[in-house]
């Protein structure tokens, strides 16, 4: 039987030379792979965000954009790598719908292997959206160090009862939560009536939406909530790295 994994295209010499050549300049330049398209936002070092994106947007987005380039203003090495059918999409310039999520696990799994072969230390995984949930279903089979969840999708808007929550039990590393307090794939107030994981560490950010856009009448703007969420990324990572040494 040919599974997911079996399926995913070979990274051969050029394109390992391709991912090494972004980690090393750090300057958010696309490089293509087999696997997809790859920009490393921030100088080689600890600590490193494995940065996946959500369904309808990719990394040109102006969300994920600033959200990268706040990260490595705050010290953290972010690796932003594409999905198969986003890297159609921006091919072609025609938008597609995501692939069975079961598939996208699998590609997000083969970009891990690809990014931590350098021998550096592992990087944490993350993602906006749908890149967060691909990024968790992955963290309950493989183990990872973990996660940092921006907008997580915990049922699809207006249906609260279609919970994407099954496999959290299995969760066992760290966890990290930036979500928006009018979030309508999980707002404040239903996200502090599930049952989360203990190791959770979750921050709302006052008004946002599911794109962290908050309204006028606040007098915050959507770039300054990116940017307090890539300070309290920044200083989580930061934890970590320092037990590291």
Excluded: N
Excluded at 94 to 119: H, N, Q, T, Y
Excluded at 155 to 178: A, F, I, V
């Amino acid at each position: 039987m040919t599974t997911h994994a079996d399926a995913m295209p070979a990274l051969d010499a050029e394109d390992r030379q391709r991912i090494a050549t972004a980690l090393a300049r750090g300057d958010d330049t696309l490089h293509e792979t087999a696997l997809g398209g790859v920009r490393v936002c921030g100088v080689q070092q600890r600590p490193r965000l494995l940065l996946s994106h959500g369904a309808g947007a990719g990394h040109d987005s102006p969300f994920l954009s600033r959200l990268r380039h706040a990260l490595a203003a705050g010290g953290v090495q972010v690796i932003a790598v594409e999905f198969a059918y986003m890297a159609r999409t921006r091919r072609e310039g025609r938008r597609r719908p995501p692939p069975r999520v079961e598939g996208l696990v699998a590609e997000l799994s083969a970009w891990r292997r690809a990014i931590d072969a350098d021998g550096q230390a592992p990087a944490w995984l993350g993602g906006k959206s749908m890149g967060g949930r691909v990024a968790s279903l992955l963290a309950a089979r493989e183990p990872l160090p973990g996660l940092v969840l921006c907008g997580y999708p915990f049922h699809p808007p207006g249906k609260p009862e279609r919970l994407r929550l099954d496999h959290w039990p299995e969760l066992e590393c760290p966890l990290l939560l930036l979500q928006g307090t009018r979030d309508a794939f999980g707002t404040r107030a239903e996200v502090e009536g599930y049952a989360l994981p203990a190791q959770l560490e979750c921050h709302f950010l006052d008004g946002g939406d599911h794109d962290w856009q908050p309204p006028r009448r606040l007098g915050v703007s959507q770039a300054e909530l990116i940017d307090t969420a890539a300070a309290l990324i920044s200083r989580r990572l930061a934890q970590v790295d320092e037990r590291q040494g």
